[in-house]
């Protein structure tokens, strides 16, 4: 098994020596030809010493645009044209005088460390710029990172940054020697692959195998970790190639600590969200206990004590408090029965179950339904309704919106004053129909308008029926949006609540149309 550790490796990074090639000898040996002629027309005019500093002058050009070597070759090629060309005896590559030669030695010293510096500011500018893509390259992988949201879009981020070249990118986990998949590819690993990915987990350090002999290539292993906790492994496999080239290890390298701190981010983020999760529905848990134990067995509670007293003194009760317990009896049943329907809607609701099965439906006619089922409730309460004379009609599954009015309407008889005022009314606005209900009640603080929408929210204030269960406006909303409307809560005039359900008004069928009244009851 072959491990590594990057502070180990000697990564490649883009732009570093430049490979010299037959153009830049050429151009070497071009250099010292142009500069043996531009020497020949100054000599007329400068001393031999100086005309040495024409071909300095190209081994330094020669050096910054190529490297090393063709700037030795330029020293070289100048120092024999130097001294066939200029130094006594001309023609002649024997030198007779000691000046002469140390001078030619001195040139050759002077072009050699000239050339060799200037190659080496090149090779040291060269690597600059290419640390400073690099760190631009990672900066702008860290503001992609930092948007993502899942595993998947971090892999497809980090193959953009690897390149062109065809990798396969995959992230798993270990747990108890399975190799459990997180996100990326998901082709079956070998047993070897196996192998290598627990020795990686288990120590911490990046492993597989390189071999151009094995069958096709394998996965590569980075260990995945934020402060030494391991989260999960990078697995590279080059889809190319029998093994990652050193490129390709070096980029994932320099990148896996940007890397493991977003897979440490969106891990956390979805631990914290399977939190709230799990205690949301451990509130809602509670909270639909407490209301089914509350809102059944009061109830129950009534229909018991109704149906023990009819047992015990029927002969001898009187024939009104008789029809009292009857009329008891049936207001608690259908309380009940209204309880069990809101449940069973809460729970098609929520699982998304809600078929609608439209018709075309008078307004009115929906209104007027949802009134007359909760007649028995409106005691000393007064009721008033105004309906326009001509209505569209509205495209709707006639059971539902008839409930979700009934459920608001009997949200305002609960919180309506001892002979207040309930008013019903429809009304057309450019593209919807609306009905509001308005009660006298001691009205919703602006901060909580929002909130009556939500499960198992009760307002205790002015509820004159016992706290409810919190989801008859929500049931309602859900209702309502599942049509393509909306509920609105606003302030009545004077006191209290109006709540409105706005509804679409869809292209209306040929020869449909409802002739209402208006008025007040």
Known sequence: MRQEHGAERSSVQPGDDVISTKRNYAM????AGVA??????????LDLPNISLVF??????VAIRSSKGPALLCAGLSFVIYGFQFLPPHGSVFIHREQDLLTLLFFLLVAVLTGDLAARHKRQYVQLQA???????????????ASATDLATLLQLLGQRLGPEGVALRLVRVEAGTVQALAGNVDALTELERITACWAWTHGKPGGYDSHNLPHPHWWWWPVSSSEEP?????????????LDDRLRCVVESSLHTFSLAVARIQLTQALADERIRAAAEQLRSALLASVSHDLRTPLTVLRGAIDTLALLDERLPSSERQELLRDTRLETERLDRYIQNLLDMTRLGQGALHLERDWVTPSDLLAAALQRLTPLLGSLQLKTEVPVALPLVYVQAALIEQALVNVIENAIRFSPVNGTIEARIFVAEDEVGFAICDQGPGIPEADQDR???MFYTAARGDRGGQGTGLGLSICKGMVVAHGGQVSVMPASGQGTCITLHLPVDEQPVGESEEGSTGCE
Request: proline share 0%; no cysteine; charged share 20%.
């Open 231 to 243: 989260l999960a492994l990078l697995g590279v496999r080059s889809l190319s190639a029998a093994r």
């Open 131 to 145: 640390a400073q893509r690099e760190t631009q390259a990672l900066l702008r992988f860290s503001e992609r990172l």
């Open 452 to 454: 009556i929408f939500d």
């Open 36 to 45: 043996a002629l531009i020497a020949l027309v100054v000599s007329r005019f």
């Open 56 to 61: 300095l002058v190209a081994v330094l050009l």
């Open 28 to 31: 070497a040996a071009a250099a």
